[in-house]
């Protein structure tokens, strides 16, 4: 199992800055990169709609509580891209390096953020399946859970149980 490291402290020992922008700027992905890392520089194609300096990983202000977390994350990413993984498989295995964090209660909270939840996640709730997951996707950011409402196949029952059970930033 993976050791629990200061994911700020790696941040440093790599030379990169994080950068906490207005989370309505940067709210249609929440964290990305573009660094240099074992001489490849690594960047997500969302790069290419902002301006971000070599050896930064941008952030929303919102996600600040959960700093940690969240930067665990990118720091695995761009590991595993630099192995050679592409875009979605490195994210989604840094999704599942995540599991050191399990049953830390902010981890546990932001796991329930509507804009990333995972989809395996929110399918082990009986009653949300995988085409109500890639709806809800789709039509991200919300920036109020009451916005869920407008996705297709979401009546009031089963809105109730998503404020029930996912939040917003």
Not at 145 to 162: A, D, N, S, T
């Amino acid at each position: 199992m993976e050791e629990k490291l200061d994911p700020r402290k790696e941040l440093e020992r790599l030379g990169y800055d994080l950068v906490y922008k207005p989370h309505e700027d940067v709210a249609d992905h929440l964290a990305f990169y573009k660094v240099k890392y074992k001489g490849k520089e690594i960047a997500p194609p969302i790069v290419e709609k902002y301006n971000i300096p070599l050896n930064e990983i941008w952030m929303s202000k919102k996600l600040k509580p959960y700093e940690k977390f969240i930067l665990h994350h990118e720091l695995q990413e761009i590991k595993y891209r630099a192995e050679g993984y592409g875009v979605k498989e490195a994210h989604k295995k840094a999704s599942e390096d995540e599991k050191v964090w399990r049953g830390e209660p902010k981890y546990e909270k932001l796991r329930r953020e509507i804009n990333l939840v995972s989809e395996e996640f929110f399918t082990e709730l009986n009653g949300f399946g995988e085409t109500l997951y890639k709806r809800i996707v789709k039509n991200r950011p919300y920036f109020d859970i009451e916005e869920v409402k407008e996705v297709e196949g979401i009546g009031p029952k089963r809105f109730q149980r998503l404020k029930e059970n996912f939040w917003t930033l």
